[in-house]
């Protein structure tokens, strides 16, 4: 099993720090099982033959930087094996990776993680509301990237915040089909000439809706293509740490003075919403020994059909049933004849002329709780 370490703020290589160099040489110095989160925006390997052109014959901005650029198809495979490889290493095993592309490279890249043993979750399309035009009227214009999301594993317990995506998209579950705006305006960063300084900066909305989904606070998120530095603004906004690899000094130089201009959001700015399902578990019993039902009090159903009374041990006995005892659910489904019951729902407890659902009182009893939960992630 791969040695599972907390990387410290200080150590070589540690969180909150951009790694200089190749990114394959730079993950083979971290620590096994490092991160708990990977986004990976590698080279595209656009294969240009000739610089692009509008119809006026002015030349495109468009990616024609050395690091996008191999020999061939073979080279390019080997190369994404090799990052995608020490990428896994670090990952840890409930991790999740994202990696972007276009209908260039984001095949062959698929095919890389599945043959490596990542397990695929999604493929997101990425529709940008502002995309650049196709000048030479022979193709569809190039309107979307692709993300995929993977898992480390098939059986990766892997984060994801369903239901705080979807309270954000209206109380509407989030789709695969995200449409942002490109970077463009303030935030796209220029030379000293005036030019992009990245050619594939992306925007930072981006970044915030992919943490937001499958991070939590205080997770490590790696980056091994760091460029301007995008991802960790992200993070640190959001409060979660990030490592960052770069090689290029133009790029590194841009990403450590954005960090440095970014401020943390408040602790109680970046917390989710729960999913239904993680609220901390809460035994009937426990409900006794906080004093918020006595033995010896009486239960009902909603429509006083049914009467229960609850014993010292967190147990019922049903009212003028002979024989008829057990759990808040057992004793539930029995009295109706019925397979199961939710003795949650079923059972009220009379407050004044009023009945109230024991999920009520469940629900008070987390309260306290609720900051001490460790309840593993979900799937």
């Known amino acids: ?220 998120v790696l980056d091994p293509f760091f460029g301007t530095g995008t991802t960790g603004v992200a993070a640190r906004r959001l409060r979660r740490h990030y490592i960052g690899i770069e090689q290029h000094a133009p790029y590194l130089e841009a990403a450590r003075a954005r960090l440095s201009a970014v401020t943390p959001l408040a602790r109680a700015d970046v917390e989710q919403m729960a999913a239904p399902g993680d609220a901390p578990r809460i035994a009937f019993g426990q409900l006794l020994e906080r004093g918020m039902i006595r033995p010896g009090t009486r239960l009902f159903d909603k429509a006083r059909r049914y009467q229960a009374r609850v014993r010292a041990d967190g147990s019922l006995s049903a009212e003028g049933v002979e024989g008829v005892e057990g759990s808040i659910h057992k004793v539930g489904a029995q009295l109706q004849d019925a397979a199961s019951c939710n003795g949650w729902t079923f059972w009220h407890v009379a407050q004044g002329r009023d009945l109230v659902p024991l999920d009520d009182l469940r629900a008070r009893a987390r309260v306290p709780a609720e900051s001490e939960s460790t309840r593993p992630p979900r799937r």
């Open 1 to 220: 099993m791969a040695e599972r370490r907390t990387l410290s703020a200080d150590a070589p290589g540690g969180r909150d720090q951009i790694l200089e160099g190749d990114c394959v040489e730079c993950m083979r110095r971290l620590p096994a099982a490092c991160a708990d989160m990977v986004f990976a925006d590698p080279p595209y390997n656009l294969q240009l033959e000739r610089p692009l052109t509008r119809p006026n014959n002015s030349r495109v901005d468009g990616v024609a930087e050395a690091w996008d650029q191999f020999e061939n198809f073979a080279a390019y495979d080997a190369f994404s094996r090799a990052w995608l490889t020490e990428a896994r290493r670090v990952l840890k095993p409930h991790g999740t990776i994202w990696v972007m592309g276009s209908y260039h490279n984001i095949f062959r890249l698929g095919t890389c993680l599945m043959d490596l043993g990542y397990w695929l979750l999604n493929d997101i399309v990425w529709r940008k509301t502002n995309p650049m035009p196709h000048f030479r009227a022979r193709r569809f214009a190039n309107a979307h990237e692709t993300l995929i999301w993977a898992a480390h594993s098939k059986k990766a317990r892997y984060v994801f915040h369903y239901h705080a995506l979807k309270t954000g998209n209206e109380d509407v579950q989030m789709r695969s089909d995200w449409q942002l705006p490109i970077c463009a305006g303030k935030e796209r960063l220029k030379d000293d000439a005036g030019r992009k300084l990245h050619p594939t900066q992306k925007p930072e909305a981006l970044l915030h809706r992919v943490l937001l989904a499958s991070t939590r606070v205080g997770d490590v």
